[in-house]
């Protein structure tokens, strides 16, 4: 083939596939300006992870595929996020309107929080032009969900569900300050103990102190060097924190005894800075 051809075909591809991506944004947009927004009520069973992405829901029929941790009866109230139209699907990405009330547990309590939940109907296509994909998209869409001008006309349909969030257990505020106050007393606790754990650490530093000089001279080496040393004031990291993370190696060429030194000199400055810091992490207990 002449390479004058060549090149024409070339360019004829890439007009035909631009024109391509444009009837296919064009399709997308008007979907979009349909469906974006809406409050509707799904037709059919739905599940979600309940997490920040979208759970995807195979549509099959009149039955939906999933592997969701939590299921919607049929009738669930949501918020089109958006359509993304594709050549073999169209994917319709919902917020379901009301959250779902999730029990953990800390300690002897168990607390509740609100779980946002995200959805993602997955609807086949057949092949074709992205106008008659878009129009198609439409038609599957509106057939599995009931499109509403706002929250309340879905609340007033015969097809809503019902579901709102479970309310807190009676007395839940209650709990909410008894929690607190266990907290704070935990949080107590355990600053307390890992001042006393300092306390003793140090001490036992200052007990097992050799007399030697070159014991000293790396002791007082050692000393220096961890007081140029970063400590953090953060509660939950000095909590956490671990001489054995804080005290450096000896330099090269010291005898066994400098090197003890200079170990013991920074462990001392640990606990010392550590246990001092500590004692602004004391929180009040709450009355009850």
Known sequence: MHPRSKARIG??????????????????????????????????????????????????GDRVSSKGDHRFAAGELARVHKVDL???????????AEPLLAPRREGPFTLYHDLDCKLELDLPLS?????????QADGRIAAVLERHADPG?????????????????????????RYEAWRAAQLNAAVGGAI?????????????????????????????AGRD?????????????????????APRGRDKAWGEGFGEGQALVF????????????????AM
């Open 86 to 96: 594709q050549r073999r699907q169209a994917r319709v990405l919902l917020d379901v």
């Open 153 to 177: 006309s879905a609340r007033a349909s015969g097809a809503w569900n019902g579901r709102v969030r479970e309310p807190y257990p009676e007395g839940y505020e209650e709990t909410l300050a």
């Open 271 to 286: 606990h010392l800075e550590r246990g001092r810091k500590l004692h602004r992490c004391f929180v009040p207990v709450p």
């Open 229 to 249: 040393r970063y400590l953090p004031s953060e509660c939950e990291r000095l909590l956490s924190a671990s001489e054995y993370s804080f005290v450096q190696k």
């Open 127 to 135: 092949p074709g032009p992205s106008e008659a994909r878009a129009e």
């Open 11 to 60: 360019r004829l591809v890439l007009a035909v596939s631009l024109c391509a991506s444009a009837a296919a944004a064009d399709g997308q947009s008007e979907l979009n300006d349909r469906w974006q927004g809406a409050w509707v009520l799904i037709g059919l069973d739905s599940y979600s992870d309940c997490g920040a992405l979208y759970t995807n829901n195979e549509v099959l």
């Open 196 to 224: 006393e754990e300092s306390v003793e650490r140090a001490a036992k530093i200052v007990d097992r102190m050799d007399d030697g000089a070159e014991y000293l001279e790396g002791f007082a080496a050692g000393v220096d």
